[in-house]
């Protein structure tokens, strides 16, 4: 891991993020990369520039106030960009080689104004690299259970690899888990399915659960609950078709609503 992206708008979150992503980089020695989108305000059909000149020199201001809170944090570039928020994220994790995203958010309060709407779905949907959301003050020492809702597909090599190397960098314990939609006398055989993928895979240091629930989204956060985990890591299809942008995903509705650490990955993602 080389770099980390913070979308950065100076908010609580924001900072939140900040220190979650210092504490990955700590261990890794990984640079962070924080960017602040300024959205082009448009006069006559033309960008006013000097609205845009007066958003880059506030978030320079405010980058060295926030900076004061980060004392210890030495490989840290800030980067102010022009333009619409997804594409420019995007073009940063393209053009910066970025390896992990990490984003501050309120949690099931709503996400943070930086990302309203559905600007924060899109980046999770569509980031070819896996992204962090941090909801509260959070540290990677406290993370020791992670839910894995398993899919039981057996050709997604890379996702399981970057499962394995989120257990290698928290010490954590997996808990793969198996929503079914279907009827309770289903659930033996479906718990068979996920002990031989488990195999299949060479996973370790993991425990088995099957739930039965009506919504595969709230069957995940119910179980997150129960167990008391700390983060929540999904996949997801990293589709950047714009005519499937609205097409249900679960992992993003699991990012939206649940109140703890999530992590997603794109099952394409070569990163």
Same mark, same amino acid.
């Given at each position: 891991?080389?770099?980390?992206?913070?979308?950065?708008?100076? @908010? /609580?979150?924001?900072? &939140? /993020?900040?220190?979650?992503? /210092? =504490?990955?980089?700590?261990?890794?020695?990984?640079?962070?990369?924080?960017?602040?989108?300024?959205?082009?305000?448009?006069? +006559?059909?033309?960008?006013?520039?000097?609205?845009?000149?007066?958003?880059?020199?506030?978030?320079?201001?405010?980058? $060295?106030?926030?900076?004061?809170?980060?004392?210890?944090?030495?490989?840290?570039? %800030?980067?102010?960009?022009?333009?619409?928020?997804?594409?420019?994220?995007?073009?940063?994790?393209?053009?910066?080689?970025?390896?992990?995203?990490?984003?501050? +958010?309120?949690?099931?309060?709503?996400?943070?104004?930086?990302?309203?709407?559905?600007?924060? =779905?899109?980046?999770?949907? +569509? *980031?070819?690299?896996?992204?962090?959301?941090?909801?509260?003050?959070?540290?990677?020492?406290?993370?020791? &259970?992670?839910?894995?809702?398993?899919?039981?597909?057996?050709?997604?090599?890379?996702?399981? *690899?970057?499962?394995?190397?989120?257990?290698?960098?928290?010490?954590?314990?997996?808990?793969?888990?198996?929503?079914?939609?279907?009827? =309770?006398? =289903?659930?033996?055989?479906?718990?068979?399915?996920?002990?031989?993928?488990?195999?299949? %895979?060479?996973?370790? &240091?993991?425990?088995?659960?099957?739930?039965?629930?009506?919504?595969?989204?709230?069957?995940?956060?119910?179980? *997150? !609950?129960?167990?008391?985990?700390?983060?929540?890591?999904?996949? +997801?299809? $990293?589709? !950047?078709?714009?005519?499937?942008?609205?097409?249900?995903?679960?992992?993003?509705?699991?990012?939206?609503? @649940?109140?703890?650490?999530?992590?997603?990955? *794109?099952?394409?993602?070569? /990163?």
């Amino acid at each position: 891991m080389n770099r980390i992206l913070v979308p950065c708008n100076f @908010s /609580a979150c924001c900072e &939140n /993020a900040i220190r979650f992503a /210092a =504490e990955i980089a700590g261990r890794s020695g990984a640079e962070i990369i924080l960017l602040t989108v300024v959205s082009e305000v448009e006069k +006559t059909g033309l960008p006013d520039e000097k609205a845009a000149a007066d958003a880059s020199a506030e978030a320079t201001e405010k980058f $060295g106030q926030m900076m004061k809170n980060f004392p210890d944090l030495k490989r840290v570039r %800030h980067q102010i960009r022009r333009g619409k928020r997804l594409p420019t994220i995007l073009s940063c994790i393209t053009r910066e080689k970025i390896n992990l995203v990490v984003m501050g +958010t309120k949690g099931s309060r709503g996400w943070d104004q930086f990302f309203m709407g559905s600007n924060i =779905e899109k980046v999770v949907r +569509t *980031s070819p690299v896996p992204v962090f959301a941090v909801k509260n003050p959070v540290s990677p020492h406290a993370i020791r &259970n992670i839910v894995f809702p398993c899919n039981l597909k057996n050709n997604q090599l890379r996702l399981v *690899s970057k499962i394995k190397d989120l257990q290698k960098l928290f010490n954590a314990r997996l808990h793969i888990l198996r929503v079914n939609l279907g009827k =309770e006398d =289903e659930n033996a055989a479906i718990y068979d399915q996920l002990a031989a993928y488990a195999l299949h %895979h060479q996973l370790t &240091n993991y425990t088995l659960h099957v739930r039965s629930h009506e919504n595969e989204k709230d069957g995940i956060i119910q179980f *997150s !609950r129960e167990i008391n985990a700390d983060m929540i890591a999904m996949a +997801t299809h $990293g589709n !950047r078709d714009l005519n499937k942008m609205y097409v249900e995903s679960i992992s993003a509705d699991v990012v939206n609503h @649940s109140s703890i650490l999530t992590w997603t990955c *794109s099952t394409g993602s070569k /990163a």
